[in-house]
């Protein structure tokens, strides 16, 4: 299909320079004209560029074929044209860029320059997912407003995940001066729902670097040690830059583990990637990972809430209640007292389910006891997750314990 597309352009163009790539994902042509450098035109006559001669196999998808083109000028007046195709193949949906002009040096020049402005990171959090970056505007938005402020966690802990970063970025001269590679590995480690999530979203916003996160290492076409390395040599060319990897122990696998240590921690030097890493799970993971201060220079512990943060945290949710769903002091101080081994997450679910039952009532009557009745409720979804996850967790040593005795 490709080839055909070639040959039938390539006949209509002359003389011209004509470019293809199937990496479309790295050319985005609509936000590199949004930056001003190029403006875009719909090209005319799309629907009859190609003869009915070219044919599209299978013949089944024949019509499968989707066109869509731009003339392109450019600040200095001339003027190149792009044509996006996009086909159903046995490897399903794929997608390839023709890019054309008068003369080669125009037309490499424009396409370099929409390239790297498109691997660039402007003020965006590039996600990596099956194998290849995308910008994503969803993660860009979860993180906008989340400050250190609203980050309930004990108050020294706080100043010190802050600090930490703060003194990093500060002392590159001193690093050098001291021979010391300029990096920086941090693993918070826990519990779900304690609040990790919530203080790395305050780290990408309080610091405003580039952000670079790990969704998945696996993909349909490449293995995920060459996925690792991916994200790796990304991390390079953007620093000084934030690489998150959140679930670490979801991530990392017996197979890719030592692939990843050695790009972690091996001959390629991270300068200027502060790496944050994230796990609900350290026991899962490879000591040579949580254990060697050169891979996680720190390791932060974000434990269940005490009375301290519970309280803090019920506080900013009742301020932020209309006034008639408010609870009093002593109603807040009884709930504080009834969510001992409650996570943030299982806290704000308290709260929600409150909220939701007053909306349902006549809403007449107060909401500390509706508050109350989720909270039983809750305690027991506890103890069920609690046993559930007891009874998975001797499964897994079991199999791990198989797994090892048949490699050896």
Known sequence: ??????????????????????????????????????????????DNLFDAQVEVHPPSVAYSLYLGGF???????????????????DCG????????????????TFAMGCAEYTHEVHGEILAFSDGYWAKSEALFQAVQGVTFDDVVLPQALKYEVEGDIEHFLANRGEYERLGVPWKRGILFVGPP???????????????ALPCLYVQSFESRHDSSEHNIQLVFERAR???????????????????????????????H????????????HPERLDPAIVDRPSRFDRKYHFWLPEETERRAYLELWNQRLHAEMRIDESELCELVSRTDGFSYAYLKELMLSGVMA?????????????????????????HSEATRTAATSSD??????DDDSFAH
């Open 93 to 108: 949906l794929e997608a390839g860029l023709f890019l054309w002009g008068p003369t080669r040096e125009l037309v490499e």
């Open 396 to 401: 897994e040593a079991e199999a791990d314990a």
């Open 1 to 46: 299909m490709v080839i055909a597309a070639y040959d039938e352009l390539r006949a209509r163009l002359g003389d011209q320079h004509l470019l293809f790539t199937t990496s479309i994902q790295g050319w985005n042509l609509s936000q590199y004209a949004e930056a001003g450098y190029c403006r875009l035109e719909p090209l005319a006559g799309i």
């Open 193 to 207: 729902g304690n609040g990790k999530t919530h203080c790395i979203k305050a780290i990408v916003n309080r610091f």
């Open 269 to 280: 030097r991270n300068i200027g990637v502060i790496t944050i890493a994230s796990t609900n």
């Open 358 to 382: 007053w909306i349902s009532s006549d809403r007449s009557a107060r909401i500390a006891p509706l508050i109350g009745l989720s909270l039983q409720t809750l305690r027991e979804q506890m």
């Open 237 to 267: 060319k953007t620093t000084p830059c934030l690489l998150v990897l959140e679930d670490l122990d979801a991530l990392i696998t017996p197979r890719n583990r030592s692939f990843f240590l050695n790009q972690l921690d091996g001959f």
């Open 71 to 89: 003339e392109i000028d450019l600040l200095d007046g001339r003027r190149v044209q792009a044509l996006q195709l996009r086909w159903w193949s």
